[in-house]
């Protein structure tokens, strides 16, 4: 029987960057990832989306990503790089091997594949978030008749052409997505507040700088900009910025329910829509992790990135409890650094 040091579930820049730290030990590791090829949960999202930061600030760790054509890399630019990343390395890479569960048996991980079962001392779960997209509940959903949509499942704006199209969802997907459909559709934007856009001179890079800095506590509040510091603030690409120009970026507070052909807004008016568009985000995806039983309202509860029930499961690029920005591209290296030190300090207890 077969049994890997360290197993990483997840081919995306978080399960990528484990394996680059991997790579340097003498580890014995391997990646199961249920995509294809190289790409990771980037290979589902919608035809014409852009990075918010330059080819610089949108690199994995230790090879930087060639400079894009714009100023900001396009989808397929990025998993292009990523595809010349992955072989670069040379990675120790199974796919597609799609994870069903995760068991404990006799101090190891018994992980049940769809390619067979594999076995290792240590874990470390990347899916991220983009298999679990999240839609909230709303009076009478199940009552229009309308075509609805999450934006994971957005690709281009063919299907709503000439449609009248409700957008929900405040970042920067929201705002993307709004700027394309609102060409070749009428178009509404529901966020739960006002949407907070970034100056037209600053983008990801700056946001990500800032961010981290507040972070670390040493961003002086006296001379912080006007604008509010947070990940989720829409960068004005080209696209948002054009969506500007035709005034389309005007959003409105939720809805009050739906009813067969629309919607019903809190003074009872009714508005018809012919499909609704929900970027309304994710949430961590974990069903793999639960006969393990230590997945609580959603979450497991973790040091940075080690899970304090089970302390040879590592969790990476979920969100900021599983590390600061370690969803980001450029923000989950720091992570996946500390993740791998971790790992290589388990194992020599271990043997020693």
């Avoid at 995760?102 to 990347?126: D, P, R, W």
Wanted: aromatic residues 12%.
């Amino acid at each position: 029987m077969k049994v890997y040091d360290v197993i990483i579930i997840g081919g995306g820049q978080a399960g990528l960057s484990i394996a680059y730290f991997l790579r340097r030990s003498e580890l014995d590791y391997l990646l199961l990832d249920n995509q294809l090829e190289a790409g990771g949960s980037w290979l589902q999202t919608w035809d014409s989306l852009k990075l918010f930061s330059p080819s610089n600030y949108s690199s994995l760790s230790g090879w930087a990503m060639p400079k894009s054509k714009e100023e900001y890399p396009t989808k397929a630019e990025f998993v292009s790089y990523v595809s010349a990343y992955e072989k670069r390395y040379g990675f120790n890479i199974l796919r597609p091997t799609e994870v069903m569960q995760v068991e404990k048996k006799q101090g190891l991980f018994k992980i049940k594949t769809n390619t067979g079962i594999f076995y290792s001392k240590t874990l470390v779960s990347a899916t991220g978030t983009a298999r679990n997209p999240f839609v909230p509940e709303y009076s009478q959903n199940a009552a229009f008749i309308g075509a609805q949509i999450h934006s994971a499942n957005y690709r281009n704006a063919d299907d709503f052409k000439g449609k009248s199209v409700l957008i929900v969802g405040g970042g920067n997907s929201g705002a993307q997505i709004l700027a394309e459909v609102s060409k070749v559709a009428k178009t509404k934007w529901i966020t739960l507040k006002e949407p907070s856009f970034l100056p037209d001179d600053i983008d990801g890079r700056y946001l990500f700088d800032a961010a981290t800095q507040k972070f670390l506590g040493k961003l002086d509040d006296k001379k912080n900009v006007s604008h509010s510091i947070s990940l989720s603030n829409i960068v004005m690409i080209e696209s948002v910025k054009d969506a500007r120009t035709r005034n389309v970026l005007q959003a409105v507070r939720p809805f009050k329910e739906f009813y067969e052909n629309g919607v019903i807004w809190d003074d009872e008016t009714k508005e018809p829509f012919d499909a609704v568009i929900w970027c309304t985000g994710f949430r961590a995806n974990l069903k793999h992790l639960e006969p393990l039983g230590i997945v609580e309202n959603k979450k497991i509860a973790t040091k940075n990135t080690r899970s304090l029930k089970e302390p040879n499961l590592w969790l990476v690029g979920y969100g900021n409890w599983t590390g600061f920005a370690s969803a980001t591209i450029y923000g989950v290296g720091k992570t996946a650094r500390q993740t791998v030190k971790e790992i290589t300090e388990a194992l020599s207890k271990h043997i020693n």
